[in-house]
């Protein structure tokens, strides 16, 4: 099963997400991701946050939905709601949920609150996935309609 996480720039939240998906992820099931006006490079901070948190990131590169290696059969689009942030619509017979997260690499600030930014949608990012993972996934991927209210509430899903 591919999951695709998808968000315009493919440099920061979807690459996260491409990355924490794949490092808990059970065999069988891969993370892509991918943008829809790729911005050319992956975001050092979200590069050196994932291999801070020991996730590999090996491979990855800011890319176009139009040259994926596989076929989605999920695609999750992350863009959050700042500054009027419009998200792609992935035009593929897939299910499809949105899980927003704002767009750290936007945050102007000190240093500190910068990385408390990275940390945040990394926090949310995780958890979502983490729940994603915790559901009955053979049971679900019988069922399309179960599967989408479960991604959809897991969208919902904020951290303390």
């Known amino acids: 099963m591919n999951v695709l996480f998808l968000c315009t720039g493919n440099s920061c939240r979807s690459v996260l997400s491409e990355g924490v998906f794949n ?4 065999e ?6 991918a943008g829809s006006q ?11 946050l994932l291999a801070h948190k020991g996730i590999s990131t090996e491979g990855y590169y800011s890319k176009s939905w139009n040259d994926l290696p596989a076929t989605p059969d999920i695609v ?5 709601s700042a500054a009027g942030e ?8 897939v299910l499809r949920a949105h899980w927003g997260v ?3 690499s936007h945050v102007v600030g000190t240093e500190e ?7 945040l949608a990394y926090r949310i990012i995780r958890a979502r996935i983490e729940a994603f993972l915790a559901l009955p996934l053979a049971q679900l991927a019988a069922d399309k309609q179960a ?7 897991i969208g919902g899903l904020s951290v303390a």
């Open 102 to 104: 704002d767009d750290p």
């Open 76 to 80: 999750i689009t992350v863009c959050g």
């Open 113 to 119: 609150e910068i990385e408390t930014a990275f940390e």
């Open 23 to 26: 490092h808990l992820a059970p």
């Open 86 to 93: 419009t998200c792609p619509a992935y035009l593929g017979q």
């Open 38 to 48: 790729p911005a050319g490079a992956l975001h050092p901070r979200a590069v050196a």
């Open 147 to 153: 599967f989408k209210l479960e991604l959809d509430r």
């Open 28 to 33: 069988g099931w891969r993370a892509l991701s």
